[in-house]
């Protein structure tokens, strides 16, 4: 078959995260089934000529650009990607939208359903009950509209399948799809590494501030070990290194920056454990490639990865405070067969639930449906 995927945006820090990250497993996974895989995205961040290819993966970009200030990624426009969607759509045999409340992909959804083109649209939590003033009309004039026309929708967990069903009642063709990611022969050392990981966007609701909080709990306890985040500033940057200012550890917790996406894996094979704190997280793909390394980690209650945590033996935690996360912490840096266990438990977890080969087998299923 003939794909197209299109995705909102690529930039050098892969800013925004799991859905490209999703796209990009997704289509190389098509790719080595045989089947023709063009991913092409808005782009901004790069000098010069944008790249043909993220990392080793082909890619097709087009400038994006800042539409309405303060929106963040929401804000994006991208109009030759649409240009060029309006030439090249039609030779697909179907369309994959990564689709998020914003100004490139709606838009073109908006296009596709205008042409009577084959699209499904995958939401990756990006699309719930909101009550900014600008979602009202957005979801009236694009939101509802794109996803009726979608030829199947995909929703990360049921908990999102419920949340589409509320933003666009009577949406029928939804599918519950788990992100999957390829099989890796990285592995971390849980045992004999001394460090504690946050890896994601630094943005308010991965909540970093509240990790470098928890460090400066733990790190008292645990002299040896070091605790470190990574990931594109997002907004909290500033944040951070104020409080890294007043209480680093003696330099034991450190704001690294952004991680090149080819290179997260490697990034934490570094780790003793990984730690993702964030509030109403849908699925959260970090939490699963450092289970896919044999990393243990650590999620709050809502995360919609909390039930494999706490079956592969990592720590869920439910107070929102740094202390409860600390605590979480100091678990598993004190009990080095737990993290052996969690990690080995982690790398089965993800063979059995979440590998390339039986997403794949779910999206050509779907594909060849919507194109018919």
Not at 153 to 166: C, I, K, M, N, P
Request: with cysteine; net charge negative; aromatic share 4%.
């Amino acid at each position: 078959m003939r794909i197209l995927h299109v995705v909102s945006l690529v930039d050098p820090d892969g800013a925004f995260g799991g859905p490209l990250r999703v796209a990009m497993n997704q289509a190389n996974a098509l790719r080595a089934a045989g089947h023709d895989v063009v991913v092409a995205a808005g782009a901004r961040g790069w000098e010069g000529e944008l790249p043909t290819h993220f990392g080793d993966d082909p890619v097709t970009l087009f400038p994006a650009h800042q539409a309405l200030p303060g929106t963040g990624f929401a804000g994006l426009v991208s109009p030759g990607l649409l240009a060029w969607l309006r030439r090249w759509a039609p030779t697909a045999d179907v369309v994959h939208l990564h689709l998020a409340r914003d100004l490139v992909t709606l838009p073109a959804g908006r296009l596709l359903k205008a042409l009577g083109l084959p699209y499904v649209a995958q939401t990756h939590g990006m699309i719930d009950a909101s009550d900014s003033p600008l979602v009202p009309p957005l979801d009236a004039g694009l939101t509802r509209p794109v996803l009726r026309g979608a030829r199947a929708v995909f929703a990360l967990t049921e908990l999102e399948r419920s949340d589409l069903e509320e933003v666009v009642p009577g949406l029928g063709g939804i599918t519950v799809l788990h992100n999957g990611v390829p099989e890796t022969s990285l592995r971390a050392d849980p045992v004999g590494a001394r460090e504690v990981l946050f890896l994601a966007r630094v943005a308010p609701r991965k909540r970093p501030a509240v990790f470098v909080a928890a460090a400066q709990i733990a790190a008292r306890e645990h002299p040896d070990v070091t605790f470190t985040v990574c990931g594109p500033d997002e907004g909290e940057g500033d944040a951070l290194r104020a409080a890294l200012a007043t209480d680093d550890a003696d330099g034991r917790i450190t704001y690294e920056g952004a991680v090149a996406p080819e290179a997260t894996l490697e990034r934490m094979t570094r780790a003793a454990a990984y730690v993702l704190p964030a509030v109403e997280e849908p699925y959260g793909m970090t939490v699963v490639e450092a289970m896919s390394v044999g990393l243990p980690t650590v999620v709050m209650s809502d995360c919609g990865l909390a039930g494999a945590v706490a079956e592969t033996g990592g720590e869920v935690v439910t107070g929102l405070e740094a202390q409860p996360l600390a605590d979480a912490m100091s678990r598993l840096l004190a009990d080095p067969q737990r993290r052996a266990t969690a990690g080995a438990a982690g790398v089965a977890w993800v063979r059995e639930h979440v590998t390339m080969e039986s997403v794949v087998e779910r999206l050509l299923d779907a594909y060849r449906a919507a194109s018919r």
